[in-house]
């Protein structure tokens, strides 16, 4: 008997030792022999049960990320990568990043939301996004994973039955890692908004059609037996797949690369400066760095963890990973004396700088003489992918589409020196409960203020009801005050209030009245990209490009963009960011005007020093010859 039972022991003991190698062991494709060559990806697909995918399954899945690329890929690994892992509370935030920006036109509502705790972003849910809602506002550029896999327990809680009918949004790794040209990252956004979040990163595949919506299924619908769609003239989603693209065994070529091509990231992290001169695409340069050859990923690289590298310059000790130091502007230019040869990676150039004091380098991050456009008297507005869904289809294409983002900002970051930043002014009406904003839903609102609109004659309400220019309405003094009140009704209370253009307004006594409020700053996040040449660098054509009286970099306005038609834009000077005054940079700008002067008085001064020296010289020399051979006379 006790033979038994020590055998069992030692055969648990053997068998959970052997499942925790099993775990800990390294996947297939995980490991690298060395090979710099590109392996070849001719592989099953796997439904998300994990059943390979034959053409002649009744229904056909959408394969699954997760279950295709886990026979040789640790899963679980990935998903915690930066692009996946932003309601992990137990991450690291960093340095502020761009937000989710939840924009309503009506209500001229723009929001800047995450799931990270950046200082200034409002949770998701505030405006009602749980994961589900979150997912369907901006899976159009969502990378897949995180709120797209919460687990069942937190599923209950939302709309349990719909995600049965969705599925779940794994990681898209197809989204960088496909290079295929029929590789259509579009498709993502278009399945994301019908529901179809199972569906959607299959949907991107070159070889691959998705049609239907889930979004028109009842919640009942059951995606194996096809029972219960919606009603008759709904398509149920369903996949198709290119025949000609599975061979014999059913297994699919798919064009996976590490080397991802920029046009991938492209996708999500484009910007487009409005006011700019020279906006049209033809006009303008990409980063320097990518115009001589290289890649997002030469920079921002990873391992299989996907902790994609940020670059800020204090990511590395944030994060205890000194070995990512060297990919920071700094540490890639600069380096690290004592940490020879990691200076100059891929064939940096090492910033001379003359004439810069070094001052400039303790109060300024690098990308404040290099990235971004150069400023201008005023901030422009940027549309972003994120922000503006840029690339995908029904983009509305005008200049002046919300949300309204301010860049180039020059403001003081986390790490206090100045670096330049976009900058959102949140707007959004809401209830003011001991001293915090809570935003009101703008579906609550929307009927309200189509009733103030319709009710001034004074506004072409159809105009802006109808004409879809992205614009947010102009609203009148008595089309706010008419809508603070129905708030007011609405939500039982005296505290209705209005937050945009960097204050906060209520009504008091019949008056409008605009007062300072934290919820009323501005969210700002620093950019680093595009990096300007050497010689568009700021400094570059004289010290009076930030210290001239003119200078954008100082002197420059940011405009706090609001709907209140009735008060002139807000604007505020650059140096209210920067933490110094406008006086004190106007005194000290002055001085630039008195150098040349100042030179001018010191050279004339140097030639005649000089030349009293000579004078001297010579007379010295005249009076040793005259000592040595005699007068003449
Ligand atoms: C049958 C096993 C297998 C499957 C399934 C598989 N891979 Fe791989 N993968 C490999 C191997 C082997 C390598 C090469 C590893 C090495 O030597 O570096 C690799 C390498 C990679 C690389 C690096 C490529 C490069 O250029 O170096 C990426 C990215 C990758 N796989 C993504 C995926 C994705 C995404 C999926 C799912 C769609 C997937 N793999 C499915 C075996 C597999
Ligand atoms: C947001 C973009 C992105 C997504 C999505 C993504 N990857 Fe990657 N992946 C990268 C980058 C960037 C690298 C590193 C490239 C480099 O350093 O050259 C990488 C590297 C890899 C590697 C090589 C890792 C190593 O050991 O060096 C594998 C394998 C891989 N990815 C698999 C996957 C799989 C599987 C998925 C989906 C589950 C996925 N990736 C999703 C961006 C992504
Ligand atoms: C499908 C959309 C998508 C694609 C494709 C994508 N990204 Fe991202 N990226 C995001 C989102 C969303 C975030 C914000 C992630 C977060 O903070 O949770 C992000 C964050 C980042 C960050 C961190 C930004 C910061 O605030 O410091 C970097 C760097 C980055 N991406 C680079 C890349 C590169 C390089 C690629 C191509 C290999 C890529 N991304 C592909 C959507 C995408
Ligand atoms: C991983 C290394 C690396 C990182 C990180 C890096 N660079 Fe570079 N940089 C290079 C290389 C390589 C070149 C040379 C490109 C070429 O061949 O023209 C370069 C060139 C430049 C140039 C000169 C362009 C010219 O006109 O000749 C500037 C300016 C510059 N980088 C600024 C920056 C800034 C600002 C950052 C941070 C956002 C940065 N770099 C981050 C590698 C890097
Ligand atoms: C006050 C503005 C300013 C700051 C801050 C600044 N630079 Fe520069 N940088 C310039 C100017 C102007 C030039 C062009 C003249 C020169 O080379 O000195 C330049 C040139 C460069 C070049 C091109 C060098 C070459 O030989 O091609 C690189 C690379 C560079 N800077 C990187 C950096 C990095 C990295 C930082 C941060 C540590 C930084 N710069 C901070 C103004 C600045
Ligand atoms: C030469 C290296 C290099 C290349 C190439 C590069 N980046 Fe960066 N990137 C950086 C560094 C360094 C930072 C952080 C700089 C800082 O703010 O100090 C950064 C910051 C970012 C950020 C966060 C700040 C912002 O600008 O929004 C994003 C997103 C980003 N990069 C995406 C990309 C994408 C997409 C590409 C390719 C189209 C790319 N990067 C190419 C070095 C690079
Ligand atoms: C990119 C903009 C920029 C350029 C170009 C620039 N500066 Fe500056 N300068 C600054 C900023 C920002 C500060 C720091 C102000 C602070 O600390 O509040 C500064 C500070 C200074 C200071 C110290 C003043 C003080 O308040 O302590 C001197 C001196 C100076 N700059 C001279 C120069 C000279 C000379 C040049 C040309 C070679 C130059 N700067 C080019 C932005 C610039």
């Known amino acids: 008997m006790k033979k038994v039972i020590l055998c069992t022991i030692v055969w648990m003991f053997i068998g959970t030792t052997a499942l925790w190698a099993e775990n800990e062991e390294p996947k297939l494709g995980d490991v690298t022999d060395g090979s710099r060559a590109v392996p070849n990806h001719l592989i099953p697909l796997f439904d998300e049960e994990g059943s390979q995918i034959f053409l002649d399954d009744t229904p056909l899945l959408p394969f699954s990320t997760e279950q295709t690329c886990l026979p040789c890929h640790d899963y679980s690994k990935i998903s915690h990568g930066w692009h996946f892992n932003a309601p992990d509370s137990g991450i690291h935030p ?13 209500t001229g509502t723009q929001i800047p939301l995450h799931h990270r705790d950046w200082e200034g972003v409002y949770d998701p ?36 039955f719909r995600w049965q009918v969705s599925g779940r949004a794994e990681v898209n790794c197809l989204a960088c890692h496909d290079v295929e040209a029929a590789h ?4 993502y956004d278009k399945q994301m908004r ?64 590490r080397d991802i091509p920029s046009r991938r990231c492209y996708y999500c992290h484009s910007s487009r400066y409005i006011e700019s001169p020279d906006k049209e695409e033809w006009e303008t340069d990409e980063d320097v760095h990518l115009t001589s050859g290289m890649n997002c990923v030469d920079c921002h690289r990873n391992g299989l963890d996907h902790m994609m590298i940020r ?34 990676r891929l064939g940096a150039p090492e910033p001379r700088h003359l004439g810069i004091p070094t001052i400039h380098f303790k109060e300024m991050s690098c990308t404040s003489c290099h990235s971004g456009p150069w400023p201008r008297k005023e901030t422009m507005n940027v549309q972003t992918s994120i922000a503006h869904g840029l690339g995908t289809h029904n983009v509305i294409k005008g200049d002046s589409v919300m949300p309204y983002i301010a860049s180039p900002v020059y403001a003081r970051a986390q790490n206090h ?85 960097g204050k906060l307004h209520r009504i008091e006594d019949g008056h409008v009245v ?47 963009a609001s709907p209140l038609g009735f008060q002139p834009t807000a604007k505020r000077s650059m140096t209210a960011y920067q933490e110094t005054s406008k006086f004190y940079q ?39 010859v005259q000592n040595a051979f005699g007068s003449r006379d």
């Open 94 to 106: 960093g340095r502020p990043g761009h937000p989710w920006i939840y924009t309503d036109r009506v």
């Open 125 to 160: 849910a505030v405006v009602g996004l749980t994961p589900f809602y979150f997912l369907q506002e901006f899976g159009r550029q969502f990378p897949g994973g995180g709120v797209g896999e919460i687990d069942s327990a937190d599923i209950s809680k939302d709309l349990f």
């Open 184 to 187: 259509d990252q579009t498709q």
């Open 194 to 257: 019908n529901e179809n979040f199972r569906w959607a990163a299959a949907a991107t595949a070159g070889f691959t059609t998705v049609e239907g919506a889930a979004e028109d299924m009842q919640d009942t619908y059951d995606i194996y037996s096809q029972v219960g769609p919606g009603p008759a003239e709904a398509v149920p989603p369903r996949i198709k797949y290119d025949d000609h693209r599975f061979d014999d065994k059913a297994q699919v070529f798919i064009d996976i690369r």
């Open 311 to 344: 670059g800020y310059a204090t990511e590395a000790q944030e994060t205890n990973r000194p070995n990512i130091a060297s990919f920071s502007c700094e540490g890639c230019h600069v380096g690290d004396e004592n940490k020879w040869p990691e200076l100059g």
């Open 417 to 501: 020196k100045i670096t330049p930043h976009n900058l959102l002014f949140p707007t959004f009406w809401g209830v003011e409960k001991g001293g915090d904003i809570q935003p009101v839903h703008p579906e609550e609102l929307q009927d309200v203020i189509i009733t103030a609109i319709e009710a001034d004659t004074l506004t072409d309400s159809l105009n802006f009801i109808s004409i879809n220019t992205g614009e947010w309405p102009t609203l009148s003094q008595s089309q706010f005050t008419m809508i603070l009140d129905s708030l007011s009704v609405m939500k039982d209370t005296v505290n209705a209030v209005f937050v945009g253009g």
């Open 514 to 560: 605009s007062e300072k409020h934290p919820a009323a700053e501005p969210y700002k996040w620093p950019f680093a990209h595009n990096v300007r040449p050497a010689e568009q660098s700021l400094g570059s054509k004289s010290c009076k490009d930030c210290h001239g009286l003119g200078a954008g970099f100082n002197f420059g306005d940011v405009k706090a």
């Open 586 to 624: 106007g005194l000290f700008a002055f001085t630039f005007y008195f150098r040349p002067i100042l030179k001018i008085f010191l050279d004339v001064c140097l030639i005649l020093m000089t030349a009293v020296f000579l004078l001297y010289v010579f007379k010295g020399l005249d009076a040793i």
